[in-house]
């Protein structure tokens, strides 16, 4: 599988194919001791503090500290990324202006809403305007106005060059996003390419139309 700088790139399939373990292998959260992830142009497992700078990844689970406010927690990160304190000030205003979280800058997250939390764990991510971004499920639980916000600022960022790597079961979302995609299951690549190539192959009219038709119709666990 091969990602593209500029791609707007999903990764799909069934539960238990294998998303969110690829996708912990690609930032190096999981080890491996074969085959090569490469994340422009280093190899992931040897470059682990040179990668770190490259990407940002925003997880399934929260990834923050809940007794800390959204400032505190973008000031953690940033720091942690290695800006100046000059430039974490800069982000922080701007992204909680882009998340609409300036009235709570200063409230513990710990208080605050799924969808509030959601956009928390993006700002986080995108502190140091990292040129890849991992995405894994960043709108599961969230109200329809908070996901179509999430969504239109990832294009955004896309626009001015960010390379997307997302995961989600919100199918129609997911069309609407991504240009390129990838089925998995069974911790295989079963299809990849740009959206409109597999639908015109597998003469479907939708990312779920074709979902099904290569993994099937059956329950998973």
Known sequence: MQVEKGDRFGIFGPNGAGKTTLMNLMTGLLPYTTGSVQLMGHEVKNNKKRVNTLFGFVPQDFSFYHELSPAENMEFFGAWAGLTKQQIGQRINDLLN????????????????????????????????????????????????????????????????????????????????????????????????????????????????????????????
Do not use: W
């Not at 997250?109 to 305007?129: C, D, P, Q, W, Y």
């Open 98 to 221: 882009i998340m609409q979280l300036q009235d709570v800058r200063n409230k513990p997250v710990n208080k605050f809403s799924g969808g509030m939390k959601r956009r928390v764990n993006l700002a986080i991510a995108v502190m140091h305007e990292p040129p890849v971004l991992f995405l894994d499920e960043p709108t599961v639980g969230v109200d329809v106005q908070t996901r179509h916000a999430i969504i239109r600022y990832l294009k955004e960022l896309n626009e001015k060059g960010t390379t997307l790597v997302y995961t989600s079961h919100q199918l129609k979302e997911a069309e609407d996003l991504c240009n390129k995609v990838a089925m998995i299951d069974e911790g295989r690549i079963i299809a990849s390419n740009t959206l409109n190539q597999l639908l015109k192959e597998h003469q479907q009219d939708g990312l779920e139309g074709l979902f099904l038709n290569l993994t099937g119709r059956e329950y998973r666990d």
